[in-house]
């Protein structure tokens, strides 16, 4: 059957009595709008990262209950009284934050209502109000005011009792369960399959089955030769052949790669505002490199997170000096640059590290305990600041900037000794070219004739610059342009941003000459004057400075010359040079008469009659060798290149920021209520006490952050191995075997197969951390290699049958390069700002402000948080996008140029072209002649529109 939708052809074909979609876009144009649901653990934890501490640090001293007066009746340090309001009515509406008092309170939109009423709020921090009621306004406080943040629990935490609770205690190695499954994982799966009564889903066959390896393992898809190769191989280790081949590529560490990017809110800059400049991120794109190096080679898991925490201190100790790039983990943080308030930025600094190093590493949400102990799990204040002491005694900033200017961040040299030393000569090199360069006089080359469309105006310049450079009005009347004016039949020289403009004379003769020359102003309504020499070789026999629209006269003088001498006359900049064009004359005189304007404006050329020349510098050489010059830039060139390469990093170093309280190693004091104006007593560096014991915590050298490496990437540690293996599982299922795979504690969710993540945390450990050994394990399951059919197991509780996902944004842009031939393979370097490039995904830059994104339009992780699993939503705009926007209809048009040139020239033969192109498939008969009846009633650009139709299908954008 066809339907028609919006001018394009909805396509389905019936069998055995059922409609079976072919899920084109038409479909998703009809969806209603998917509103994102936020989790509930997710909500309350951005509740305590973000809201708790600001209503600490800008309400509770008016509005708690242990405040000296209560302001307006309104108590905001529990859940009922900030819902309940004051005597002005309720505080939030949840959902609603333009009807929310407290949302125009914080915003001052009316000054009687404005709070706090002495204290503005920063932007950023209203802008967690406003998400937060967005939320629904999750509020996980009970209605019992807490206890000030640093004195002692309510309750006395029983640790023995905490410990024996599956996340907190070190997994134990399971008795496999019996069964007549091969595979261990397979075994553990079906004891849950017979006690639900649940029959698994078949295996996928072979086409569904690499394409979702390929994305799993590249977020590629397969080459059609690549599928028909893995088709036709019968042999029983043909799929564990294809696993292999995609562990090598080097996509595969660009795909995972991407995956810890989302955990540690990666961005390639702060802000399009600061883009480029030196308060931005500017190395973040070598700490996305080392992760995608990383994972290409295997790097065991806990070198890599060892290496994250302590990488420069390894360095210092002799290691390679590229491993300081690792600990940009720490230096890309979220935590708004910009505030005035200095203290207040190191505290929050130091709280991104603490939360970025609980939820990645161990999944727990370490930063709850910032001002109060931690509300569901058995993590407190004090074992907080133990950790704060930790990154207190670090630091990411060479120094804090004047109050109300932003932080710049420190860059950081990563240079081993012989790359030092080989710099150290380049420079020198380089040093030397530049003064050669520089000391000459390099003749302008290339001429423009009628410039701007102006007849008779002729236009040098050298090569590679505007300027210096040359004008010559040919004409015998004035021209002009712009806000230049060019008397008739004159010329005139204008100097480069730091470059002199120079005429020179070379002297056929040798004997007495005089020499004169005059300059004046042809551009007055701008700039700031020039200054103007004449010089005999290195010899000045005069110089001066030309205000703007003024004029200087070098009144006629003898000079001694030899043949070959040079008279120059130098116009060099006096400040800014953009308005530095000067009408020249230059005359000498012996026995004959030699005038600089007369010889150009009559069609003299450079160097014509080896007389007059006119160069960009300054110098009693003339150079004339061009090639001598080329070879020199060309070397220069290379020089600047070869210096640029790793030269700094973003990261971590030792000790507290020079210069202020927190300079060197020291403990820190709880803060009350997360305020650094209200200190208590001082915490010893160490660990948390659930997961440590004295003697983990024992810190001997420097900040304690060797310490720290070392205990997150030990063995021992109960989170560290289960949390990776819970995030390769989820990544490959679709979902973890934990659901909240950042939180581990009360409000995250119990694990569905417990022995089964302690059995796989464990042969982590025992296969050296590695974690394609993981891949191979877990995709040679049956498990893993299951379709996607729904069963008895609807939400795939019990992993009964894959999942079915949507390609994430990444995925699916690149799927659209690779589909038009057009994507760029190169791995690595810089980010590219426009989404127009080649180049995969994830070297398209992200900017952390900016939210109009393609990225954020496809659900692409958020880069102001530690993103675990991304939102998944289908929205109208989407299906916009892939329709109208420019880069997809290139795509689209660059797709059906490949057909015509690759595909057979009948119309099932391209048909047929597209489906394993896109779909690593056939098409079915029915699918044939429907896309055959399409062409037919398409009557201009038929294959255009039915190449954009299967680029737009969900077939195209799902995997199964």
């Not at 028609?4 to 969806?31: E, P, T």
């Not at 932007?123 to 000030?148: H, I, L, Q, Y």
């Not at 091969?182 to 066959?205: C, G, M, S, V």
């Not at 390609?807 to 760029?824: H, I, K, P, Y």
Request: charged share 25%; proline share 5%; with cysteine.
């Amino acid at each position: 059957m066809i339907g028609w939708c919006d001018g394009y052809y909805c396509m389905f074909s019936a069998s055995a009595g059922c409609i079976r979609f072919h899920r084109v876009i038409c479909f998703l144009l009809l969806l209603p709008l998917v509103t994102r649901v936020i989790a509930a653990e997710e909500g309350d934890a951005f509740f305590e990262s973000r809201i708790r501490p600001a209503l600490v640090e800008y309400c509770y001293k008016c509005h708690a209950a242990d405040s000296e007066k209560i302001k307006g009746e309104l108590l905001l340090d529990t859940r009922e009284g900030l819902r309940k309001g004051g005597e002005s009515g309720a505080s939030i509406v949840p959902g609603k934050p333009e009807e929310s008092l407290l949302i125009k309170a914080i915003r001052r939109l009316d000054k009687d209502l404005a709070m706090p009423p002495k204290l503005e709020m920063p932007e950023a921090v209203v802008n967690d109000f406003v998400t937060w009621v967005k939320m629904g306004a999750p509020d996980p406080r009970t209605a019992v005011v807490a206890a000030a943040a640093g004195e002692a629990p309510a309750v006395k935490i029983d640790y023995a009792a905490e410990r024996k609770k599956w996340a907190f205690h070190k997994p134990e190695l399971p008795t496999v369960p019996d069964g007549a499954e091969a595979d261990p994982i397979d075994r553990f799966l079906a004891a849950k399959y017979q006690a639900a009564h649940i029959n698994p889903a078949p295996r996928a066959d072979k086409r569904t089955l690499i394409r979702r390896a390929t994305f799993d393992l590249t977020g590629l898809p397969p080459a059609p030769e690549e599928v028909s190769a893995f088709v036709a191989d019968e042999s029983p280790g043909a799929f564990e052949k294809v696993i292999e081949r995609l562990l090598a590529s080097p996509h595969y560490g660009e795909q995972w790669g991407r995956h810890w990017l989302d955990l540690t809110r990666y961005a390639d800059s702060l802000d399009a505002r600061s883009g480029g400049r030196e308060g931005d991120i500017l190395d973040a794109w070598r700490y996305r490199d080392w992760v995608v190096d990383a994972f290409n080679r295997d790097l065991p898991y806990n070198d890599f997170v060892t290496y994250q925490v302590a990488g420069d201190l390894l360095a210092a100790k002799g290691a390679d000096p590229s491993l300081t790039i690792a600990t940009g983990l720490y230096a890309i943080g979220n935590w708004g640059n910009g505030d005035a308030d200095k203290e207040k930025i190191y505290t929050d600094i130091v709280d991104d590290q603490i939360d970025v190093t609980g939820r990645a590493f161990l999944g727990l949400t370490l930063a709850c305990a910032r001002c109060h102990d931690h509300k569901f799990d058995p993590i407190t204040t004090a074992d907080y600041y133990s950790l704060a002491g930790i990154f207190f005694s670090s630091h990411i900033l060479e120094k804090f900037t004047p109050k109300g200017q932003g932080e710049n961040m420190m860059r950081i040299s990563v240079l081993t000794p012989a790359e030092r030393a080989a710099r150290e000569i380049a420079t020198a090199r380089m040093a030397a070219i530049t003064a050669q360069l520089a000391g000459g006089l390099r003749p302008l080359t290339e001429v423009k004739r009628d410039l701007n469309g102006i007849p008779g105006l002729i236009n040098w310049i050298g090569k590679g610059a505007e300027n210096p450079s040359l004008l010559i009005n040919t004409t015998a009347a004035e021209i002009a342009f712009s806000t230049i004016r060019l008397p008739a039949r004159s010329i005139v020289l204008h100097p480069g941003p730091k470059t002199a403009a120079t005429a020179v004379w070379r002297s056929p003769v040798s004997g007495k000459v005089r020499v004169s020359a005059k300059v004046r102003d042809a551009d007055p309504n701008c700039g700031d004057g020039i200054a103007w020499a004449i010089r005999h070789g290195a010899k000045e026999l005069a110089s001066g400075k030309m205000e703007n629209g003024g004029a200087s006269d070098f009144p006629e003088r003898e000079v001694a010359v030899e043949a070959g001498d040079l008279l120059e006359l130098v116009v060099s900049p006096a400040g800014e040079y953009s308005c530095d064009s000067t009408v020249c004359e230059f005359v000498v005189k012996g026995d004959q008469v030699w005038d600089l304007r007369d010889a150009l404006v009559g069609g003299a050329t450079q160097g014509d009659g080896n007389l007059w020349w006119i160069c960009a510098g300054e110098g009693a050489r003339l150079g004339q060798d061009s090639t001598n010059v080329a070879a020199l830039e060309a070397e220069q060139k290379q020089l600047a290149a070869e210096l640029a390469v790793l030269r700094q990093c973003q990261g971590l170093q030792e000790g507290g920021i020079p210069g202020t309280a927190y300079a060197g190693i020291h403990d820190a004091r709880i803060h009350v209520r997360g305020r650094y104006d209200r200190l208590k007593e001082v915490r010893p560096r160490g660990f948390p006490a659930l997961l440590s014991d004295a003697h983990d915590s024992q810190i001997t050298e420097g900040s304690g952050r060797i310490e720290l490496a070392r205990w997150l990437a030990s063995p021992e540690n109960p989170l560290t191995a289960r949390v990776m293996m819970n995030r390769i599982w989820q990544h490959h299922f679709g979902d973890g075997i934990v659901r909240t795979p950042n939180n581990y504690g009360k409000l995250g969710s119990a694990p569905t197969h417990p022995e089964l993540l302690d059995w796989l945390a464990l042969e982590f450990v025992k296969n050296n951390w590695s974690v394609k050994a993981m891949h191979r394990l877990i995709m040679r399951s049956a498990a893993y290699q299951r379709a996607s059919a729904a069963n008895a197991d609807p939400e795939n509780q019990w992993f009964a049958r894959q999942n079915r996902r949507r390609l994430s944004a990444e995925e699916l842009r690149d799927s659209l390069l690779v589909a038009s031939g057009t994507l760029n393979r190169t791995v690595g370097g810089l980010s590219i700002g426009d989404l127009n490039t080649p180049r995969r995904t994830l070297y398209v830059t992200t900017i952390r402000s900016d939210r109009a994104t393609y990225q954020m339009l496809f659900d692409g992780a958020d880069p102001t948080g530690i993103v675990d699993k991304r939102t998944d939503s289908v929205v109208a705009p989407q299906a916009l996008w892939l329709l109208n926007s420019p880069f997809a209809l290139a795509q689209t048009s660059a797709f059906m140029r490949r057909m015509e040139r690759e595909a057979p020239p009948d119309s099932a033969g391209r048909i047929a072209w597209i489906y394993e192109r896109l779909f690593a498939r056939l098409p079915t008969d029915d699918e044939l002649r429907i896309a055959t009846g399409a062409l037919a009633h398409l009557k201009t650009n038929a294959w255009e529109q039915l190449c954009q139709v299967f680029l737009c299908s969900n077939e195209f954008s799902y995997v199964d």
